[in-house]
């Protein structure tokens, strides 16, 4: 189902991609290439680079990267169809689909949202006129949020009756139980699901009113204080973040999210000067959270008890911290306050908690080292036991090194014994080690590059055996299986090759594409020589006298190509030597 494959290659093609960047972003010609700042994180450098040649762009600052298709996606928050969609009108292509399916899910599911639409603003309007909303509005202003918040963030009240929202929000009762809004009881009598709360609406990161959270008022009998929409059609708990759409553009322009647990403590924040706090729904922090907050920036604050999860916690968040290169870090907060209660009674306290955030290691740390006064040596040998327990669940040892000088100058034990424990414990893979050490200014990397953006040149030049580097060979043999297709490509790449293929897209090289491939040719059977003469056969002797003139004449003007040709055959040959990298 959806938009038939050609037209979405039409509009990919049709749609410049510079054109459609310098739309929202400021670029400037460099090289070959476009070059900006980065819209998708913070950044004072230009590492955003744009390729008009391949139709690709890459942030080699967080990383991001694409062509013009996913770039709408991430810039304006579209999903794959909404973004082909957006460039057909901007290009003025008429898409065809392939089946009526797709555009009937899309328009089930914008009616969904219109449902969400038309009850928040019931809810919300209850709120702000209805005279059973007096004891809600009161509690909200003993909170500090007045109506101007309370319009801001949409708050409504679910009245203390059977079904008079489904009776008065005018919309069909099928669709308000598949939103959960409402529901048959043992009657078969439609009922409302939410009833005597404050409801907080849940918006979407596309600003699509998808859920609700509601609380009940102090006083009340209902044993369920929180009570949130249950998951339905349009509403992942695990990928929704509450007041993210508020939220994102400060976010971005700050390269920081500050992460909550409740509706009224992102409230707080807001109100306080700090606009940039999300809070989970009803959930703990999730990695589909992550990868979404991720979009919008590399450091991620915890207003919420960081030490309280254990252990299991911690090695995600340490995980989540090398795979997607984000910075955990922790809000140090009065003990018994939340944010909410902090924007209230000290809000300049609150924003400097966040200025002076501490990493997350370090903030579990401290609660160790501070937890207990030192009075005897036992005493100091068990904190230091219990610090270097919660050292070693870092899997970086530079780290765990550095911080076990701290545990030892605290508890008073030799420096040394404490920074040997810390290295004893291995560290796990680090997955940006592979981006680090493949170097990827290479021959072999221009080579890729050149293929990329001069196919018709460079492919005749290009065999399996010219690549000694397993990441490069890898993304050959890909690029080779696509026919040079850098789409098709990535999909069907590996992570460590589809990233190289990223990158060598928006490369901006200027080399000739046969003499790149004489000096990989050259390299390569130097390689072959080596097995050759390694390997003691006595009758490899003329071969390699023929090969060594062979290479000789790679550097004539006249004699190269039919020379590379000739050496391109023998490489390509059964090697009775063993393998390439013998």
Excluded at 250 to 264: D, R, W
Excluded at 434 to 461: C, F, G, I, K, Y
Excluded at 464 to 488: K, M
């Amino acid at each position: 189902m959806g938009i038939v494959a050609e037209d979405i290659e039409r509009v990919r093609a049709a749609a410049n991609i510079v054109d459609i960047i310098q739309s929202s972003v400021a670029l400037k010609r460099v090289g070959r290439n476009w070059v900006g700042l980065c819209p998708f994180h913070g950044e004072k450098s230009g590492s955003f680079n744009v390729s008009e040649q391949t139709g690709r762009y890459k942030c080699f600052g967080c990383q991001a990267g694409g062509d013009v298709i996913s770039f709408v996606q991430q810039r304006e928050q579209f999903d794959f169809v909404g973004a082909v969609e957006y460039l057909a009108g901007k290009t003025g292509i008429t898409l065809r689909y392939d089946t009526g399916g797709e555009q009937k899910e899309r328009g089930h599911r914008k009616r969904l949202i219109e449902v969400m639409e038309a009850a928040a603003s019931w809810y919300h309007e209850r709120l702000l006129t209805a005279p059973d909303a007096r004891a809600a509005r009161e509690y909200l202003k003993a909170r500090g949020i007045n109506g101007e918040v309370a319009r801001q963030f949409q708050i409504g009240w679910a009245p203390d009756d059977w079904d008079v929202l489904a009776k008065q929000v005018g919309q069909p009762g099928d669709l308000l139980r598949e939103v959960g809004l409402a529901f048959l009881n043992r009657r078969e009598r439609l009922q409302d699901s939410f009833r005597a709360r404050l409801l907080f609406p849940i918006r979407n990161e596309n600003n699509e009113m998808v859920a609700f959270g509601g609380r009940i008022l102090p006083g009340s009998t209902d044993p369920a204080k929180y009570k949130n929409s249950s998951e339905t059609a349009i509403y992942a708990k695990s990928k929704t973040l509450y007041g993210l759409s508020l939220a994102k553009a400060e976010i971005v322009a700050a390269n920081q999210v500050i992460v909550c647990e409740g509706y009224t403590d992102v409230i707080g924040f807001h109100r306080a000067g700090v606009p940039r706090a999300v809070a989970t729904c009803g959930t703990a922090l999730t990695e589909d959270h992550v990868r979404l907050l991720k979009r919008f920036a590399s450091r991620v604050v915890l207003a919420f008890d960081a030490d309280a999860a254990g252990q299991g916690a911690a090695e995600r968040f340490y995980e989540w911290e090398r795979k997607y290169d984000i910075a955990v870090s922790v809000v140090h907060l009065p003990s018994g306050m939340d944010p909410g209660e902090m924007a209230q009674k000290d809000p300049a306290g609150l924003k400097l908690a966040v200025e002076k955030a501490d990493t997350f290691l370090g903030f579990r740390l401290q609660r160790v080292l501070n937890g207990t006064v030192l009075t005897s040596p036992e005493i100091r040998a068990k904190v230091a036991e219990q610090a270097m327990g919660v050292l070693n669940e870092h899997p970086d040892v530079n780290v765990r090194t550095i911080y076990a000088g701290q545990v030892a100058a605290h508890t008073g034990l030799p420096v040394n014994q404490l920074v040997a424990l810390a290295a004893r414990k291995s560290p796990m893979p680090r997955l940006q080690v592979v981006r680090q050490e493949s170097n990827r200014e290479t021959a072999e990397v221009v080579a890729l590059a050149l293929l990329v953006q001069q196919w018709e040149e460079m492919a005749p030049w290009l065999i399996e055996e010219l690549f000694a580097d397993d990441i490069c060979l890898s993304a050959f043999r890909t690029l080779a299986a696509a026919d040079g297709q850098i789409n098709l490509a990535l999909e069907m790449a590996d992570a460590e090759a589809r990233e190289l293929i990223e990158h060598i897209a928006v490369l901006d090289v200027e080399a000739i594409p046969d003499l790149e491939a004489r000096n990989l040719i050259s390299a390569a059977s130097r390689r072959k020589l080596d097995r050759l003469v390694r390997s003691g056969d006595i009758y490899a002797a003329l071969e390699v006298i023929e090969v060594k003139h062979l290479m000789e004449r790679l550097e004539d003007v006249q004699l190269g190509p039919s020379a590379a040709d000739e050496l391109l055959s023998w490489l390509a040959s059964a090697d009775e030597t063993g393998s390439r990298d013998a």
